[in-house]
């Protein structure tokens, strides 16, 4: 019997490591893509949209793309060229999109297909939390239609952005807070995990070696995304983006601890920052399972696999 699949929304801000995430879910029979919504974050709305569209024409992902918030709620945009380039997706060159963005926004895409789909829907967020949360704030009838959310952001442990700080909880903490006081069910692969889904230069290799366009652009891009990370004393890239959609995928290969997390939206040095109560000393209900560790040669060879999958479909 066909297994039941997991509906989705793919939300991000791509971003090389977003790309890798699309390219695994697009890849997995487990997950249905009902949407892709843009949000600003590594780079502008209008430069992440037109990546999220190319990507799209890459992989042959036929689903509606579209353009979401442009600004955070709160704060000013920060981008990340000196991560992912000035077009955000720096490296090999990439299709043109193959249809427009949809003419409305993600905030009323998402929402109309929360309303109309039979089941509850899984998001997953790999970019800024802006979108999510103004559709939380806009349609609070809606949330019971939201399965859970897996996403990647923050870090109970420590920042990348500020010492404190991971950059998506960073960008918009204040939508971050929105999202973890929903009560929706949260996955968490925060940076407690994410540095550790390095993929190692043996492995883009192997990707590479896989040889179709798929696995050569996702090669490139692993080469592109390492450059930064090598010079910071990184053995590999951390994929962080795509352990998101593995904990839908292959929950079996990390590791999660149920806690409850708050955002810091104020502070001097603290803004952004993601608290986890590992010993339940503010005895809050949990509002996450916070993924702490991964079995990071099977997070390898699930990639190797997703890049394997393109070959099939173009035999
Ligand atoms: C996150 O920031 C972005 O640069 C990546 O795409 C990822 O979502 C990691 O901190
Ligand atoms: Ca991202």
């Not at 929304?9 to 490591?17: C, Q, R, S, V």
């Not at 945009?77 to 000035?86: C, D, L, S, W």
């Not at 999202?179 to 069910?185: A, D, E, K, L, T």
């Not at 696999?305 to 393109?310: I, K, T």
């Amino acid at each position: 019997m066909e297994q039941k699949k997991i509906p989705v929304i793919l939300d991000g801000d791509p971003g090389h490591d977003d790309a890798i995430a699309w390219v695994l879910a697009k890849a997995s029979p487990m997950l249905d893509i009902l949407a892709v919504t843009s949000v600003c974050g590594n780079q502008t709305i209008q430069k992440t949209t037109y990546n999220a569209q190319r990507i799209c024409a890459l992989i042959g992902l036929e689903t509606q793309v579209a353009m979401g918030r442009a600004l955070p709620l709160v704060g000013d945009p920060i981008i990340a060229p000196t991560v992912h380039g000035e077009s955000g997706l720096d490296g090999p060159a990439l299709p043109e999109p193959a249809f427009p963005p949809h003419s409305k926004s993600a905030i009323e895409v998402m929402a109309e297909i929360l309303e109309r789909h039979p089941e509850p829907v899984t998001l997953v967020p790999t970019g800024p939390l802006t979108n999510v949360a103004a559709l939380l704030l806009a349609h609070p009838e809606l949330k019971s239609k939201i399965a859970r959310i897996s996403l990647m952001g923050g870090g109970v442990q420590f920042g990348n952005w500020t010492p404190a700080a991971e950059f998506n909880i960073l960008v918009d903490p204040e939508a971050a807070d929105v999202v973890f006081s929903s009560g929706i069910p949260i996955i968490m692969a925060g940076l407690d995990v994410t540095e550790k889904a390095l993929i190692f230069p043996e492995d883009f290799q192997r990707i590479r070696a896989v040889g179709n366009k798929v696995s050569q652009v996702v090669a490139d891009w692993l080469e592109f995304f390492y450059g930064f990370h090598r010079k910071m004393g990184y053995p590999g890239a951390p994929v962080h983006d795509a352990v998101a959609v593995a904990a839908l995928v292959r929950p079996e290969i990390l590791t999660m601890q149920e806690m409850y997390v708050a955002v810091e939206t104020q502070g001097e040095y603290c803004r952004g920052a993601t608290i986890g109560d590992f010993r339940g000393i503010a005895g809050k209900a949990p509002n996450a399972k916070v993924i702490l560790d991964i079995d990071r040669q099977a997070f390898a060879d699930l990639l190797v696999e997703a890049a394997a999958y393109y070959q099939e479909k173009e035999a």
